[in-house]
């Protein structure tokens, strides 16, 4: 129910572009992809969310796969503020955001 | 920060004795979550409601209920507090659920000893 398979970690340096993969084969062709961050002891924090086209917005940009069973979360210059834990999310039958582990982001000076 | 407070922010309890908190918005969003947050487990939601007085189960709602007689408050209850429900707690908000942004408040720690 609403499976997304993501990377557990990735390293990026700072100041470098980095892309946040995402799986999810068994997603249906009307729900959303939300992408939401969670920094060290802070609730998460909304990021981007698309459902066929790629978005943009001042945080980050949101690549999707043609046939929407994967995406991509693109930061184009890493900071040391945007290590975190990155989650991709699509609702579940109830409309709820099911999380799942994320991809721990870490960024080196 | 989205106009949602949660409160209180940490609390220790006993086993067995009941438990409140509360979640208060300003943004009058339809939607409101609870979720628990345990290492290894991620986020779980326990309990939605999508309006005053109307409340649904999540997956991990055993040993919590909840209500919502205001748009602006949900109030999470364990009604006798247990040793495996020692987690950090989240309220969110948000308007359309699939379409919409979920702002969530800095959560609550809850320890039952």
């Known amino acids: 129910d609403a499976k997304t398979t993501q990377p557990n970690s990735m390293e990026s340096n700072e100041e470098e572009p980095v892309h946040l993969p995402c799986n999810h084969s068994?997603?249906?062709?009307?729900?959303?992809i939300h992408w939401y961050r969670q920094l060290p002891s802070q609730g998460p924090e909304y990021v981007i969310h698309?459902?066929?086209s790629n978005v943009n917005n001042r945080m980050a940009s949101l690549a999707i796969a043609e046939d929407r069973k994967s995406s991509t979360l693109i930061l184009h210059r890493a900071t040391l503020r945007d290590a975190a834990v990155y989650y991709c999310?699509?609702?579940?039958?109830?409309?709820?955001?099911?999380f799942g582990k994320g991809t721990k982001l870490s960024v080196k000076p | 920060d989205a106009g949602i407070t949660q409160s209180p922010r940490h609390k220790v309890t006993e086993t067995g004795t009941p438990v409140t908190l509360r979640c208060h918005q300003t943004?009058?969003?339809?939607?409101m979550y609870w979720y628990r947050q345990d290492p290894g487990h991620g986020l779980r939601l326990i309990h939605y409601?999508?309006?005053?007085?109307?409340?649904d189960k999540g997956e991990v709602s055993d040993g919590y209920s909840v209500s919502r007689s205001k748009t602006e408050d949900f109030l999470l209850t364990l009604e006798s507090a247990t040793s495996s429900q020692t987690s950090v707690y989240f309220c969110?908000?948000?308007?359309?659920?699939?379409?919409?942004?979920?702002?969530f408040g800095n959560g609550t720690r809850l320890t039952v000893t």
């Open positions: 999310i699509w609702s579940g039958s109830q409309g709820n955001l099911i």
């Open positions: 068994t997603i249906s062709g009307t729900d959303y």
């Open positions: 698309g459902l066929t």
């Open positions: 943004e009058n969003h339809r939607y």
């Open positions: 409601s999508y309006g005053v007085k109307d409340t």
């Open positions: 969110a908000i948000g308007g359309d659920p699939y379409n919409s942004p979920l702002h």
